[in-house]
């Protein structure tokens, strides 16, 4: 499966539209986390345990956004979009979405 | 007696927060300097199509993210600009630092899959609350990296 955020990928030709894959996740931070956030936030710096978080968060969204690519019979997704949404204190959502594509190699001259 | 210990304490953050904030600053910018430098040789662009005549292969998505916490003393230094307006000069560093963080992951994730160009890079931008005020921000980078051929 190949992945990108262009609206076309070099070296292949898409031959067929399968439709817009999204996938999703609500991630809530634990107690602890919160705590030590608030302490960094004396001293600045990085949260990482947050940026953990959300690495993590984004790679189910993105998995789960591929799974949906796999069931419509693609072989790509292109134009792909992350957005993110905080739902309360504490809470945020990850969205990813794009568009399923079947591509195949394109003759080599076009790049 | 308590607001003077409350003071006492206010005053105590501000300044644990002005030097540690200065201290991490400075080596979170000292680090960047040389992983940028690492990473000269990487071409990235915001362009949503490729020149002509520039052959490449093996696309694949990267990502790179960071989520800055503002320190102390930078909070009260926005919290005061804020009423008399004008730039906030604290969190203007704190920005760019976390984009520059988020830009340096993204390609370093680039260049260990053993590309050299990451094009249609786009940036976000999202604050993060916590549920005792810890506030951050955090940026998100994203491209398409591929291999020159």
Request: glycine share 10%; proline share 1%.
């Given at each position: 499966?190949?992945?990108?955020?262009?609206?076309?990928?070099?070296?292949?030709?898409?031959?067929?539209?399968?439709?817009?894959?999204?996938?999703?996740?609500?991630?809530?931070?634990?107690?602890?986390?919160?705590?030590?956030?608030?302490?960094?936030?004396?001293?600045?710096?990085?949260?990482?345990g947050y940026t953990e978080l959300l690495v993590e968060s984004r790679r189910e969204a993105?998995?789960?956004?591929?799974?949906?690519?796999?069931?419509?019979?693609?072989?790509?997704?292109?134009?792909?979009?992350?957005?993110?949404?905080?739902?309360?204190a504490g809470a945020a959502e990850l969205y990813v979405y794009g568009t399923a594509v079947t591509v195949v190699d394109a003759a080599p001259a076009q790049g | 007696m308590h607001t003077l210990i409350a003071l006492i304490a206010g005053l105590g953050m501000l300044v644990l927060g002005f030097i540690a904030g200065r201290i991490t600053e400075?080596?979170?910018?000292?680090?960047?300097?040389?992983?940028?430098?690492?990473?000269?040789?990487?071409?990235?662009?915001?362009?949503?199509?490729?020149?002509?005549?520039?052959?490449?292969?093996?696309?694949f998505l990267v990502l790179g993210s960071?989520?800055?916490?503002?320190?102390?003393?930078?909070?009260?230094?926005?919290g005061l600009r804020n009423i008399f307006g004008g730039e906030m000069r604290s969190y203007r560093s704190l920005m760019s630092r976390a984009r520059r963080e988020a830009t340096v992951r993204m390609l370093e994730q680039a260049r260990e899959n053993g590309a050299d160009i990451v094009w249609n890079v786009r940036y976000e931008t999202s604050t993060i609350q916590g549920k005792r005020s810890a506030g951050g921000v955090e940026i998100l980078a994203y491209g398409t990296a591929v291999k020159r051929s």
């Amino acid at each position: 499966m190949i992945v990108v955020n262009t609206e076309y990928i070099p070296g292949k030709k898409i031959v067929a539209i399968k439709g817009l894959v999204q996938g999703n996740t609500v991630r809530a931070k634990h107690v602890g986390r919160d705590i030590m956030a608030s302490f960094k936030n004396i001293v600045g710096g990085e949260l990482k345990g947050y940026t953990e978080l959300l690495v993590e968060s984004r790679r189910e969204a993105l998995s789960r956004m591929l799974s949906q690519a796999q069931e419509l019979g693609a072989n790509a997704v292109v134009n792909v979009r992350f957005a993110t949404s905080s739902i309360t204190a504490g809470a945020a959502e990850l969205y990813v979405y794009g568009t399923a594509v079947t591509v195949v190699d394109a003759a080599p001259a076009q790049g | 007696m308590h607001t003077l210990i409350a003071l006492i304490a206010g005053l105590g953050m501000l300044v644990l927060g002005f030097i540690a904030g200065r201290i991490t600053e400075s080596r979170h910018l000292r680090r960047l300097a040389s992983r940028e430098q690492a990473l000269s040789g990487m071409i990235q662009c915001n362009l949503r199509s490729l020149p002509q005549g520039l052959h490449v292969h093996g696309s694949f998505l990267v990502l790179g993210s960071a989520v800055i916490a503002t320190d102390y003393f930078k909070t009260v230094a926005a919290g005061l600009r804020n009423i008399f307006g004008g730039e906030m000069r604290s969190y203007r560093s704190l920005m760019s630092r976390a984009r520059r963080e988020a830009t340096v992951r993204m390609l370093e994730q680039a260049r260990e899959n053993g590309a050299d160009i990451v094009w249609n890079v786009r940036y976000e931008t999202s604050t993060i609350q916590g549920k005792r005020s810890a506030g951050g921000v955090e940026i998100l980078a994203y491209g398409t990296a591929v291999k020159r051929s």
